[in-house]
């Protein structure tokens, strides 16, 4: 049994929705996908890189979209054949066109992207806003003072 049922968790929660669609996207056949492979690394305390291996295409045939915390990259080469007929005995180059979609956490940016040696870099940079971030409170060492009590006149 493959499934997981979150449907209970849905009723006793409030602002993890979008966690539990991913959870539930995990099992998708379509998720599956494992062309071209790829690397996720940190490389600071607030910086990313995705490596992809994207051999035999270049800056043309390559395109980067990120769009409603979804970053998506497409490949798709160019039909250039040789004008002589050659037969292939074995073709083991990839030449299908891919996409890939990586799902981006909130207030991560794409800031740059490059292609050398056939791995395309694309650097994230997660720029939280200064109202989010966790900030000190200074405890002050006032002395307590008695409670104030309640007087009444009896009448």
Same mark, same amino acid.
């Given at each position: 049994?493959? =499934?997981? &049922?979150? +449907?209970?968790?849905?009723?006793?929660?409030?602002?993890?929705?979008?966690?539990?669609?991913?959870?539930?996207?995990? *099992?998708? #056949?379509?998720?599956?996908?494992?062309?071209? #492979?790829?690397?996720? $690394?940190?490389?600071?305390?607030?910086?990313?890189?995705?490596?992809?291996?994207?051999?035999?295409?270049?800056?043309?045939?390559?395109?980067?979209?990120? =769009?409603? =915390?979804?970053?998506?990259?497409? *490949?798709?080469?160019?039909?250039?054949? #040789?004008?002589?007929? +050659?037969?292939?005995?074995? !073709? *083991? @180059?990839?030449?299908?066109?891919?996409? !890939?979609?990586?799902?981006?956490?909130?207030?991560?940016?794409?800031?740059?992207? +490059?292609?050398?040696? *056939?791995?395309? =870099?694309? &650097?994230?940079?997660?720029?939280?806003? $200064?109202?989010?971030?966790?900030?000190? @409170?200074?405890?002050?060492? $006032?002395?307590? +003072?008695?409670?104030?009590?309640?007087?009444?006149?009896?009448?």
């Amino acid at each position: 049994m493959r =499934h997981v &049922d979150f +449907s209970p968790l849905y009723r006793s929660t409030v602002g993890f929705d979008r966690l539990f669609t991913m959870l539930d996207s995990l *099992g998708q #056949p379509d998720q599956a996908q494992s062309y071209p #492979p790829y690397n996720i $690394e940190r490389t600071g305390e607030n910086t990313y890189r995705i490596t992809m291996a994207v051999a035999g295409f270049d800056e043309r045939e390559l395109s980067i979209e990120a =769009h409603a =915390h979804v970053l998506a990259v497409k *490949g798709e080469k160019a039909d250039d054949e #040789p004008a002589e007929q +050659s037969e292939f005995l074995y !073709r *083991g @180059i990839a030449k299908r066109a891919f996409e !890939r979609r990586f799902q981006l956490a909130d207030h991560v940016e794409v800031t740059a992207a +490059s292609l050398k040696n *056939g791995l395309l =870099h694309i &650097d994230l940079l997660r720029n939280i806003p $200064e109202a989010m971030k966790p900030r000190r @409170i200074a405890i002050s060492a $006032e002395p307590v +003072s008695t409670p104030k009590a309640i007087e009444a006149k009896l009448a």
